[in-house]
């Protein structure tokens, strides 16, 4: 009998991957829940195995306490009581009473003994897959798919099953019974009905492992995946970068004939992978990021919401922007910004808008600006200034005496100057030559535009 015991307990242990010492503690308190069910009693009772013999010898606890007298003296027993048999217990102590005779275990007790021997090696089962799977969260894991439900596929993974959620698979991927599957290990739970270890096949996380199982220089360290944006099922960009100089990131991934990048590439399902070199400077990690496209320029239009302009021939836009603005999205989710994309064509024309707008703002301004901007940059500004305003067509005012009225564009303080100088008629005006007329106080090349505009036939010509 005790050595089929002690078999039974190396068995049971070898079989659950459980230590003997587990194994034994559980066999005694199973016996002592199967005595106190025979003897219908209240005690408490506890069992120690003994390795020689393979019995189980049951004893009653009581816990020393300080009361003189103990509210159940099933459980309890004084202080005094207690020292009377081991002088050096103390309050808190227990103390184990032999029974005088072993009670007979019936077909009841004995299943009671089963049940509680079986719950006490499943938790001890539960705590170990626990503690052997929370060290292995973020590692690859390979299993068999055991059964579906609900979309969500229960995988057999050895010692226990592990769950892989409708949230948590790639789209378009179909699994059937008994099909061999990879995932990566995102988290374990411990719950009531033990732990639950849950798989991913949709995070980037998934992918980067994938590329450090397939290529040593990752796995030693040499290359850096630095960051991945990925849309599951359908596209993925790994940005990488080498510690070392003779060695190619992009080509290490990628492999011979291109067989690394092939296998991750047949282990998601024919999903496309992006390769792109790791970039210091903002810009040209951007531009590489939105690889296969063509990128003209980059430029930061606000650093604090992190949001960019790029700048892409008219014949890129498509291709920068990808199907269902997948490529633009994935490069945003890489690099951390928020991409705008715009063509050549379409940047030109709002700077052309915004210096139209710039220039009419310009001429809406009082005299003393155009005053003030003629000393501080001289004639010739002033020419240059008056350019443009020639290249407008606009039509010209009825002429009138500058007595009777005033004049579009001209100040009335000027209209008082030109009065004193006796330039107050649109046939002076035209008499008058441009020098004649800039020496006015307060008159510069806008308000003389305005003057012969006013007075057509004149020296600068009808606008």
Known sequence: MSSELLQAIEALGREKGIDREIVVSALEDAMAAAAKRVLHSQEAFVGHFDNETGEVALFKVKTVVEAPVPENPLIEMTLEEARQIDPEMNVGDSMEFPLETTPYMGRIAAQQAKQVLTQKIREAEREIIYKEYKDRV?????????????????????????????????????FLQNDRIRALIIDVRENTKGSQIILSRASKEFVAKLFEAEVPE???GTVVIRNSAREPGERTKIAVMSKDRDVDPIGACIGMRGMRVQAVTRELRGEKIDIIPYKEELSDYVKASLAPATVTRVQITDSEAK????????DQISLTIGKRGQNIRLAG???????DVKSEEAKKQEILAAMTSMMSGGESEPEDSEEVSEVE??????ETAAAPSEAVEAPSPAPQPADQGSVQGVPERVMAALREAGLATP????????????AISGLGPKTLQALRNWAPGTEGGEV
């Open 138 to 174: 973020g590692t690859i894991i390979n299993g068999v798919v055991k059964r579906i439900e609900k979309r969500n596929i229960l995988v057999d993974i050895g010692r226990t099953e592990a769950l892989l959620p409708v949230s948590e698979q790639c789209r378009g991927e179909r």
């Open 427 to 438: 046939g002076a005006i035209a008499a008058a030559s441009d020098e004649e007329l800039l």
């Open 218 to 220: 990752i796995y030693d």
């Open 307 to 314: 949001r960019m302009e790029v700048v892409v021939p008219e």
């Open 333 to 339: 989710v890489l690099v951390g910004w928020e991409l």
């Open 377 to 382: 940059t001289g004639g010739a500004a002033g």
